[in-house]
Structure formats: structure tokens, C-alpha cells
């Protein structure tokens, strides 16, 4: 079964570091870009950046980059966003998804459960 | 880049049809053929309905179908069931600079 498996919830203080995990397993995870998107409480779907775990490409869009870093560790099949400085309104939950083919940048076929990251003094 | 725009809501009985549209540019839905649509469940991950504009993934019931003229695309979903009842998302690849952009949403309810 093509899965991807997200790090649990987080709470976490303003200013302070975040680093949080997607593991794929039943598919070629070098082979197939990896998205990370944001939802805010009671808002829509953000489109943040991609990577392609076989050689760590990584596309992000002007209104995250910067504030954030997308990686990927292709030995454990596993892909990363992380923050150095975390701030009140990166409150939201994040999924991170694979892209059905090498063409587009939005047909994300394969979700993860979400990851509810909560900022918060 | 500013969001895709859809509309607030639309509603229908069960068994009729609805229409959702999505609006962008030339720079996104109307420059490539690359839109995608996505159903999403209060609580639950967004699931992939449409993608290339017309194309559905394995699963998805021919109920759904997606189309784009200029820059709009639309999701239309025919005989309406209660389990369509969601939120529903445009995506579309916005070139090589913003690279992809949601919509706004658009809440579907079956009354």
C-alpha cells in the first residue's frame, strides 16, 4: 500500500525550532516529488513547496520562502519541514503529499494525516 | 500569488448536478492545462478528484468531471449524493516562479 506517514502534533513556544517528518513506503520515494501544503484553523489549502527526493530539487513558493526549509533524506524514504524561528501564525496543520507525475505541481494523489503544529506562548 | 477564486458555496438536491468554477490568469489556470480538484471532509486529508483539468485518478466515480475554458476551470459533480457534502479545492501549476496556487474553497451541501 502506497502510504504516507506523518510526525505527531506539536506544540511548541515563539521563537523556537521545528522540524517535522513524512515517511513514504510502498512506492519508489526517489522517483516521485514530495509536497508540503498549510491549513490554518477553519482556512484552505496553501500551496508551500515540492522536493524531488532523488537529488533534493526543492521548488517553493514566494509566500514561504524563506520562512521555511523543505529536505529530504532519500536513505530512509523520509521528507522534512522544519522552521528555525517559529512564530503564532504557523499555527495550522501541514500535509505533506505526493505528486502523481513529474509534470504537474498540483495533483498531489497520496496524502499524509496531517501534522497539527500549534504555536503558542 | 494570490489565491484561485471559487465561490463561497453552492448547493444542490440530491440526484441534481453542480457546477464549482475556478478563476485565475492567464499566468495559471489559463496558461497550461494543469488544474486540479480536490475533496475535502471536515477533519479528513484533501483527496484527489480531477487532475490535468478532465482526468480521473483510479476510484473516482465518473460523477465528477473537470473542465477549463480560458481562465476558468470548473468541477461539475452529477447526481448529487449526500457523502459529496465537502469542501472543495482548485489547484493549478502557476509557472516556474510560484510554481502552484489553491483556491479559495467552496463548500458543496447537499440539502
Known amino acids: 500500500e502506497v502510504q504516507l506517514v506523518q510526525s505527531g502534533a506539536e506544540v511548541k513556544k515563539p521563537g523556537e525550532s521545528l522540524k517535522i517528518s513524512c515517511k513514504g513506503s510502498?512506492?519508489?520515494?526517489?522517483?516521485?516529488?514530495i509536497g508540503w501544503v498549510r491549513q490554518m484553523p477553519g482556512k484552505g489549502l496553501e500551496w508551500m513547496g515540492i522536493?524531488?527526493?532523488?537529488?533534493?530539487?526543492?521548488r517553493y513558493s514566494p509566500s514561504f520562502q524563506g520562512q521555511v526549509t523543505i529536505s529530504a533524506d532519500k536513505s530512509i524514504s523520509t521528507a522534512y519541514l522544519q522552521w528555525s524561528s517559529l512564530k503564532a501564525s504557523d499555527t495550522a496543520m501541514y500535509y505533506c503529499?505526493?505528486?502523481?507525475?513529474?509534470?504537474?505541481?498540483?495533483?498531489?494523489?497520496?496524502w499524509g494525516q496531517g501534522t497539527m503544529v500549534t504555536v503558542s506562548s | 500569488q494570490s489565491a484561485l477564486t471559487q465561490p463561497r458555496s453552492v448547493s444542490g438536491s440530491p440526484g441534481q448536478s453542480v457546477t464549482i468554477s475556478c478563476t485565475g490568469t492567464s499566468s495559471d489556470v489559463g496558461g497550461y492545462n494543469y488544474v486540479s480538484w480536490y475533496q475535502q471532509h471536515p477533519g479528513k486529508a484533501p483527496k484527489l478528484m480531477i487532475y490535468d483539468v478532465s482526468k480521473r485518478p483510479s476510484g473516482v466515480p465518473d460523477r465528477f468531471s473537470g473542465s477549463k475554458s480560458g481562465n476558468t476551470a470548473s468541477l461539475t459533480i452529477s447526481g448529487l449524493q449526500a457523502e459529496d457534502e465537502a469542501d472543495y479545492y482548485c489547484?493549478?501549476?502557476?509557472?516556474?516562479?510560484?510554481?502552484?496556487?489553491f483556491g479559495t474553497g467552496t463548500k458543496v451541501t447537499v440539502l
Open positions: 503529499a505526493k505528486l502523481l507525475t513529474t509534470v504537474t505541481t498540483c495533483a498531489f494523489d497520496i
Open positions: 489547484c493549478s501549476y502557476a509557472g516556474s516562479y510560484t510554481w502552484g496556487v
Open positions: 522536493i524531488y527526493p532523488g537529488d533534493s530539487d526543492t
Open positions: 510502498g512506492y519508489s520515494f526517489t522517483s516521485y516529488w
